[in-house]
């Protein structure tokens, strides 16, 4: 396995920018998450990586290797890369069995008929498909298709495996079991993994890290749980789980604390910015209380399956968002009590 490096990515189609600027580095053995809205840029990343497009500006290297470099343009093709592949699509051909749609990459390669069935055994095992590799695709579920297709990334034992959107044709109970087959073939192989998706669920199950994406550019790389609890910008707080972003004034900074003033109320809040400006409140932050300092009008109420989502507005007119355990009727008003929330510069 290797590291992948991406340094001042540039790509544009027709003039218009589909990455800019872009410089990362997806970690040996890493389960990094490309997130983000459609046309963001994160398929456009994936493609460059695995040798379908050109960049338009920087360099691309896997491992020691350079594979991709605008300024001397050099491109690797993407069979010479070593890397695996797993479509939205699935792309198995249909009049070949699981055995031969696993082990064909082999065939292109001319690799002995022992050495290919040893790989293909292998890597049928791998995705619990041993039972199956007489049957053709047409004879297989949704979720047994994609295994067929992760079963074929993997038997050319490829450095780095890239995944565009691999659950998107499922239904959302195969999606939750195939979350888990991933991740089993994460830790079982220890590839170095790029993960492409709209569904922040999914991304925040699985993956190391995630790269939330906007207008081709990535706003904050980082843990699942660090995106949550602490995000770097209005687009990440407001992409990212449920919450509300507010403003914040006053601000004073002492030597162990932070406090601001926010819906009308002075406290304490979290912050590494010398001068937040905004507040992300989560769910959490907000608790229900006759007694709170903020008064808030119930808008809607959606039923999650034993809690309910309340969405509000504030006295001062902000959005707001808790949960509850108990019903409230739409026009209700209810107090909140604030506790400290994650502060950030607005830029």
């Not at 055995?99 to 890597?123: F, H, M, T, W």
């Not at 034992?157 to 994460?186: I, K, W, Y």
């Not at 304490?268 to 209380?289: Q, W």
Request: with cysteine; hydrophobic share 40%.
């Amino acid at each position: 396995m290797a590291e992948l490096t991406l340094t001042n990515i540039g790509k544009h189609f027709g003039g218009a920018p589909a990455l800019q600027s872009v410089t990362t580095r997806v970690n040996d053995r890493e389960f990094l998450a490309l997130l983000g809205p459609s046309g963001c840029g994160k398929s456009t990343l994936l493609r460059l990586l695995a040798g379908f497009e050109q960049p338009n500006a920087g360099s691309i290297r896997i491992g020691n290797r350079e594979v991709a470099n605008a300024d001397t343009r050099l491109i690797v093709p993407p069979e010479e890369r070593n890397i695996g592949y797993v479509f939205q699509s699935y792309a198995l051909w249909p009049h070949m069995t699981v055995r031969r749609n696993v082990g064909y990459p082999l065939e292109i390669r001319k690799l002995s008929k022992s050495d290919r069935e040893a790989r293909i055994d292998a890597a049928l095992e791998a995705t619990a498909l041993g039972p199956y590799g007489d049957r053709m695709p047409s004879d297989l579920s949704g979720g047994q298709r994609q295994r067929v297709a992760l079963a074929r990334c993997l038997v050319s034992d490829p450095t780095a495996v890239l995944l565009d959107e691999p659950l998107a044709n499922l239904d959302v109970a195969l999606r939750a079991s195939m979350q888990g087959v991933f991740c089993d073939f994460h830790q079982r192989t220890g590839a170095t993994m790029v993960y492409v998706t709209h569904d922040q669920a999914e991304a925040m199950a699985m993956a190391d890290r995630i790269a939330v994406m906007n207008e081709g550019r990535i706003i904050q790389l980082d843990t699942p749980e660090a995106l949550y609890a602490r995000p770097r910008s209005r687009f990440v707080a407001e992409f990212i789980g449920d919450g509300a972003v507010v403003p914040l004034t006053g601000t004073s900074h002492s030597d162990s604390a932070c406090e601001a003033t926010l819906l009308g109320t002075r406290l304490r809040v979290e912050t590494d910015s010398p001068t937040p400006e905004m507040a992300c409140l989560r769910p959490e932050n907000l608790t229900i209380a006759e007694t709170g300092d903020i008064r808030a009008r119930v808008e809607r109420v959606t039923y999650l399956g034993g809690r309910y989502r309340l969405d509000l507005v504030a006295a001062s007119g902000e959005p707001l968002v808790t949960q509850s355990n108990t019903r409230y009727a739409p026009g209700e008003h209810i107090g909140l009590a604030l506790t400290a929330p994650w502060a950030f510069a607005a830029a």
